[in-house]
């Protein structure tokens, strides 16, 4: 009983918004004259995709439904109605004016149904949207991380990578929001953008860096060539296995110091179309371990090479770039020299600051502080070498969060809303992540899997 009054009250409340398939000239809505999507609404208006309420208005706010999405994305991709079909829903009447409609979306993979509920009444969330959107014009799925609130274990996320990078959806201010409802306004926007190009956001720009010896991107793995010297930053095509150099140590300018821009096993942190690239500044000339550290930027295409003023120094390490801005760490206090007689396998905490800056190095933040031991990724010119680099084995960026380990666990701090909390409790060694797990191998070798 309650599932037929639903259906009653649904058709009801859409005849009101726009009729599925009612011939109606363009019009101007009431109170959208200054609204952000007005010309969208109108593109749908005048190809009769879209309608508003009897008494003029179009109420761009309000949340749309999955009904109402079905039935404008019906419209706009000319989609035949099925005739005859067998589809049978729960929540929907074949007498319902949207039993076609939905009937359809659902044959078509475009919407889906749980357990023969299509739920035409239900507010449609962002991710939904981005999923819907997608499947519809026939997007690519994407890997690339886009928004610092949707990370690789959401539902949706290569759905939502998918519309950003085809310039459907922008997002505010590095989010998302995928848990939200779409308004009728961005709906409208969202759907113009995939209909026409012309209509598209101007640009594409994710807001999560990707950090590793080796990241890739749009098909092209970047990394720190092994082989002789001189060393050099490899651009390589996945598919087709050509390889092309993006720079190499001699094409950045010198000074008089002993300094080494590239190394292999440093890590690289790609962000959009920029490879940042911390590089050792100062060098002993005699023990040929680094004394000092500075940060470096080229483009993918090898254009645009700077050394940059900030961050640098003899402390800075850790560097990521999350939501505009660089993070990394400072270690407390104190600038330690280290030398051939650092032992990496004795214990040793040191509190660290994690600070951020603008892109520029300007407008620094204290962020964080915390412990992490002090044990360095194996960046050295030879085995008799201080295993000593730029970056902490025991501090590790993924997407929105920074995991670090000490003498008493390992723990994760959340960027996104400050939140710290211990997930270990073992004496770890090393730790690594995948889109799923925290995989951390303790001090006598097993590994610990967490799901994150």
């Known amino acids: 009983m309650k599932n037929k009054l639903a259906v009653v009250l649904l058709a009801a409340l ?4 726009a009729g599925p398939f009612e011939a109606q000239a363009a019009k101007q809505f009431s109170g959208i004259d200054t609204h952000w999507a007005k010309n969208e609404i109108m593109y749908l208006s005048e190809r009769n995709i879209i309608g508003g309420y009897p008494d003029g208005s179009f109420k761009p706010n309000q949340p749309i439904t999955r009904a109402q999405a079905s039935a404008m994305l019906i419209k706009a991709l000319k989609i035949p109605l099925t005739e005859n079909t067998s589809v049978q829903f729960k929540d929907v009447a074949k007498t319902s004016p949207y039993y076609q409609i939905l009937a359809t979306v659902n044959e078509k993979g475009i919407m889906r149904g749980d357990n023969g509920f299509m739920r035409p009444g239900e507010q449609t969330s962002r991710a939904q949207m981005a999923a819907i959107l997608r499947r519809a014009y026939d997007m690519p799925l994407d890997k690339q991380p886009t928004f610092i609130d949707v990370t690789p274990a959401h539902w949706a996320y290569q759905d939502i990578n998918g519309i950003a990078k085809q310039r459907i959806a922008g997002g505010s201010k590095g989010k998302y929001m995928p848990s939200e409802s779409v308004t009728r306004a961005q709906f409208s926007a969202f759907l113009v953008r995939a209909m026409d190009d012309s209509m598209k956001l101007s640009d594409y720009h994710s807001y999560v860096s990707q950090k590793g010896k080796t990241v890739e991107q749009n098909g092209s793995m970047y990394t720190v060539a092994s082989g002789e010297h001189p060393y050099k930053l490899i651009k390589k095509n996945r598919k087709s296995g050509a390889e092309e150099v993006v720079m ?6 010198r000074d008089d110091t002993f300094q080494v821009f590239l190394l292999p096993g440093f890590q690289l942190v790609l962000y959009n179309e920029d490879i940042f690239i911390p590089y050792w500044y100062s060098v002993g000339e005699m023990s040929e371990l680094p004394i000092s550290y500075g940060l470096m930027k080229i483009t993918t295409t090898g254009q645009n090479l700077t050394l940059m003023n900030q961050p640098s120094g003899f402390t800075f390490r850790n560097m990521f770039i999350w939501n505009d801005r660089i993070f990394y760490t400072n270690e407390k206090n104190k600038e330690r020299y280290f030398d051939n007689t650092f032992n990496p396998d004795k214990w040793l905490d040191d509190p660290l600051v994690l600070y951020s800056t603008a892109m520029d190095g300007t ?3 204290e962020e964080y502080s915390f412990e992490a031991r002090v044990i360095f990724d194996d960046v050295r010119f030879s085995p008799k070498h201080a295993q000593v680099s730029q970056n902490n084995s025991s501090v590790l960026y993924d997407h929105s969060t920074l995991y670090y380990f000490n003498k008493r666990g390992v723990y994760k701090y959340s960027l996104l809303d400050d939140t710290t909390s ?10 690594k992540v995948t889109d799923t797990q925290l995989i951390v191998t303790d001090s006598h070798g097993k590994k610990h899997v967490l799901k994150k």
């Open 14 to 17: 859409l005849v009101f918004s």
């Open 248 to 253: 190499s140590t001699y094409d950045a300018p």
């Open 363 to 365: 407008d620094q933040r």
């Open 422 to 431: 211990r997930i270990l409790n073992v004496t770890a060694k090393d730790m």
